[in-house]
């Protein structure tokens, strides 16, 4: 088995699915949601903002890789980053991390496999001396490029700062006492499910 988890850095933005290679939604307060309508700028822009961020803060997200194939990423930044997020209705808390959004490959949806990335970037905001995790979530039918509120909930967020539709909602680290252990019930999920992947036969040339 070779799956790990990797920081989202400048040079591994090529790891990132075509459509959010050029996507600077997050990054760039102004920035269209979606992929860029010029490709080339739009991943030009994104690879500047991210190799700024790494040098100044470091890596803005994790990549969970299985033998060189994407099955996941999370985009994250540091609060005073967030400037989507402004323009959304919400200042995000100093004290905190704030999780831009997630992605997951098809066939990996429904597998544990986003649990497991939200506590691997739990983990992160833990290590950095942060108190919590941040993030807007989409209210109602969901969102591109935006994670749905009813999975933040679902994952122990709670509406730190409410909005027709778009809350920003807190996951404070200090009053969470079992997210370690969820994380770890969570990164054995993510053994299971690469393990199954490894076992099933490859597909015949015929």
């Known amino acids: 088995m070779n799956h790990r988890f990797r920081d989202l850095t400048a040079d591994r933005l090529s790891d990132l699915p075509p459509t959010c290679r050029s996507c600077a939604f997050w990054e760039l307060a102004d920035a269209p949601r979606g992929p860029h309508k010029d490709a080339a700028k739009g991943a030009e822009s ?82 950095a001396g942060l108190r919590a995790v941040e993030a807007i979530g989409a209210r109602g039918d969901a969102a591109p490029c935006m994670l749905p509120e009813d999975f933040l909930i679902a994952n122990g967020f709670v509406v730190h700062h409410d909005h027709a539709s778009y809350p920003l909602l807190r996951l404070d680290l200090r009053q969470t006492v079992r997210w370690q252990e969820a994380m770890e019930h969570a990164l054995e999920g993510v053994r299971s499910v690469l393990s199954r992947r490894e076992r099933q036969p490859a597909p015949s040339s015929a």
């Open 46 to 127: 994104k690879q500047l903002w991210v190799r700024s961020l790494e040098l100044e803060w470091g890596a803005p997200g994790l990549i969970l890789v299985d033998h060189d194939e994407t099955l996941a990423y999370a985009l994250y930044m540091p609060a005073d980053e967030a400037h989507r997020a402004r323009r959304l209705g919400s200042t995000p808390s100093d004290d905190a991390l704030v999780l831009a959004t997630m992605w997951l490959a098809p066939s990996a949806r429904g597998s544990g496999l986003a649990a497991a990335l939200l506590h691997s970037v739990l983990k992160h905001a833990h290590d």
